[in-house]
């Protein structure tokens, strides 16, 4: 039972770091309607940012604050550049526009800031934290439980900002309806560039915390497909839908990588090894056959 808990435990702690990369989705998909199909790709010039500044001689603190300002910078551009001069055009178009923002951010970065693969130091030791394994005898990671009080705390700020703050209302009237917001007179180009900015934020802090745990590499760039189960299950408009649906994908995918092979082998024998790296797309694909809109999710009906 304390392997089985212990398990429980990882994934939820993996999940909420799926949830991280999900959230930059939700917020752009909520404020624009559009799949940022780059998000991993920012994620990933984040983390590389940060280390480039550090190489450039600059201290931490001030190497996230510079991270932070070009982020916003790419986000800022990107609506003002590329998704703002296809407003109105079919969601296909957006999407693949994302992808090939995707490209050039994967490009582009490690021109800027090299492309060695390189620690980020948060003075965080990703070890079991002693209290906890000498009381419970179960391993919880200083890091993983340090990147998840961080993650928590982004998602209350970002709750607070939507519900409490003239911006944060501005956002939730364009996410419902652009055009009785431009009615309002709302500024639909200023909210787009500022969903941008904090999907930027959103993203630096993903990079600092992936690449602390696993390193700066461009397989940052990939954690945005772990992400879209993750959507698929909490719903592409839901904030908490995002979190609710990466802790279910992160534990899930823990317990099918402990659980699953050994039963496949006992029935067809051979090697059923990486089961975590495909599971989550299964799960995901029949939770699409059940509730095609997410847990949280709102239900598209067109009228004819």
Not at 55 to 80: N, Q, S
Request: hydrophobic share 60%; proline share 4%.
């Amino acid at each position: 039972m304390q392997f089985f808990i212990e398990i429980v435990i990882s994934g939820i702690l993996s999940g909420l770091m799926y949830s991280l990369v999900a959230l930059g989705f939700v917020l752009i998909f909520k404020a624009s309607g559009v799949l940022n199909f780059a998000q991993g790709a920012m994620v990933y010039s984040a983390a590389l940012a940060v280390v480039g500044f550090i190489d450039y001689g600059l201290p931490m603190w001030l190497a996230v604050i510079a991270a932070f300002i070009f982020m916003v910078i790419v986000g800022i551009c990107t609506e003002k550049f590329v998704l703002g001069k296809l407003v109105n055009q079919p969601p296909i178009t957006l999407f693949m526009a994302t992808i090939g923002l995707s490209f050039f951010l994967d490009g582009l970065s490690p021109i800027l800031f090299g492309n060695e693969v390189r620690p980020i130091d948060l003075g965080i030791v990703d070890e079991p934290i002693q209290s906890v394994m000498e009381l419970t005898g179960i391993g919880i990671s200083k890091l993983d439980l340090f990147s998840s009080g961080i993650i928590i705390l982004l998602v209350i700020l970002l709750a607070l900002l939507f519900q409490y703050t003239k911006v944060g209302r501005a956002l939730r009237a364009v996410a419902d309806d652009h055009q009785a917001a431009l009615s309002l007179g709302i500024p639909l180009e200023n909210i787009w560039a500022i969903v941008w900015a904090i999907a930027g934020f959103v993203a630096l802090v993903a990079g600092l915390l992936w690449g602390s745990r696993n390193g700066v590499q461009f397989a940052l760039s990939l954690t945005a497909l772990k992400a879209l189960p993750v959507l698929i299950l909490g719903g592409f408009t839901s904030v908490p839908g995002a979190i609710v649906g990466g802790i279910i994908i992160g534990v899930s995918e823990k317990l099918a990588e402990i659980y699953i092979p050994p039963v496949l082998q006992d029935a067809f024998g051979g090697n059923f090894g990486g089961i975590e790296g495909w599971f989550p797309y299964i799960f995901a694909l029949v939770f699409l056959l059940v509730r095609p809109e997410g847990l949280f999710g709102e239900k598209h009906i067109d009228r004819v």
